[in-house]
């Protein structure tokens, strides 16, 4: 046997001994992740932005795989429980859906109140990014008869839904009762500044049931600057 040749065999025989024993070691470490891990089980994920108080369709999920030993009550695994579900905060593409953000479809709106969408423009604004659940006052200033007034339109307003696109805030949808949509519309199209203000929160079931439609006043006009007192001789 030529010297060449057998010089070849001892080295392809201890690379293939080395790569055996590679494999090998590879093989173990990841038997042994797999038992500190556990199982891999798939779990619900937000396949698109879903707008906060929407009904989540089939289309709107998807599945991530998460190891078993991470996996908690609130993780959900089977999509019967997200049936004529809503999630009470908006979701981003990727993020997890779990039980404590659902709630039933049936309980977001009351029978006789509906949603009307209000979203950021020039003449609508928003002083501070919103949240569903939130309570606003609506504030609008508008000429009427060559005066101009600034006022309370409603007040106590519940944010049902809130409008994101790519985690960036463009509105909301607020419920009121149905005889006063057509005046807030009204005042979507005609006043010249629509402003949109968080209120604070009452005390509990006060204000709570119904939008308030404030009574229009003056904006109160502002005081003349005090003149200075004579000093004494």
Same mark, same amino acid.
């Given at each position: 046997?030529?010297?060449? @040749?057998?010089?070849?065999?001892?080295?392809?025989?201890?690379?293939?001994?080395?790569?055996?024993?590679?494999?090998?070691?590879?093989?173990? @470490?990841?038997?042994?992740?797999?038992?500190?891990?556990?199982?891999?089980?798939?779990?619900?994920?937000?396949?698109?932005?879903?707008?906060?108080?929407?009904?989540?369709?089939?289309?709107?999920?998807?599945?991530e795989e998460i190891?078993?030993?991470?996996?908690?009550?609130?993780?959900?695994?089977?999509?019967?429980?997200?049936?004529?579900?809503?999630?009470?905060?908006?979701?981003?593409?990727?993020?997890?859906?779990?039980?404590?953000?659902?709630?039933?479809?049936?309980?977001?709106?009351?029978?006789?109140?509906?949603?009307?969408?209000?979203?950021?423009?020039?003449?609508?604004?928003?002083?501070?990014?919103?949240?569903?659940?939130?309570?606003v006052d609506i504030?609008?200033?508008?000429?009427?008869?060559?005066?101009?007034?600034?006022?309370?339109?409603?007040?106590?307003?519940?944010?049902?839904?809130?409008?994101?696109?790519?985690?960036?805030?463009?509105?909301?949808?607020?419920?009121?009762?149905?005889?006063?949509?057509?005046?807030?519309?009204?005042?979507?199209?005609?006043?010249?500044?629509?402003?949109?203000?968080?209120?604070?929160?009452?005390?509990?079931?006060?204000?709570?049931? @119904?939008?308030?439609?404030?009574?229009?006043? &003056?904006?109160?006009?502002? &005081?003349?600057?005090?003149?200075?007192?004579?000093?004494?001789?």
């Amino acid at each position: 046997m030529l010297e060449s @040749k057998r010089k070849a065999i001892i080295f392809f025989s201890i690379s293939l001994l080395l790569a055996i024993t590679a494999g090998m070691l590879i093989l173990k @470490k990841v038997q042994a992740l797999n038992t500190n891990l556990g199982t891999m089980v798939q779990v619900v994920t937000a396949n698109q932005d879903i707008p906060s108080r929407t009904l989540i369709r089939p289309e709107d999920i998807t599945f991530e795989e998460i190891p078993q030993k991470y996996l908690k009550d609130y993780h959900i695994t089977n999509t019967e429980k997200l049936v004529n579900k809503v999630s009470m905060v908006p979701l981003s593409k990727g993020d997890i859906i779990t039980g404590n953000m659902l709630k039933q479809t049936s309980s977001v709106v009351e029978e006789n109140n509906r949603l009307i969408s209000v979203m950021r423009s020039d003449r609508i604004i928003f002083d501070e990014q919103l949240e569903a659940l939130d309570r606003v006052d609506i504030i609008v200033s508008h000429r009427f008869d060559s005066k101009e007034q600034t006022t309370y339109f409603m007040k106590d307003v519940k944010v049902a839904r809130v409008s994101k696109e790519k985690n960036k805030f463009k509105g909301v949808q607020l419920e009121i009762p149905t005889e006063q949509a057509p005046q807030l519309i009204h005042m979507q199209n005609y006043a010249d500044s629509v402003r949109i203000v968080k209120a604070n929160v009452g005390k509990p079931g006060e204000g709570r049931d @119904k939008a308030k439609a404030a009574p229009e006043q &003056p904006a109160p006009e502002t &005081p003349a600057a005090e003149q200075p007192t004579p000093e004494k001789k």
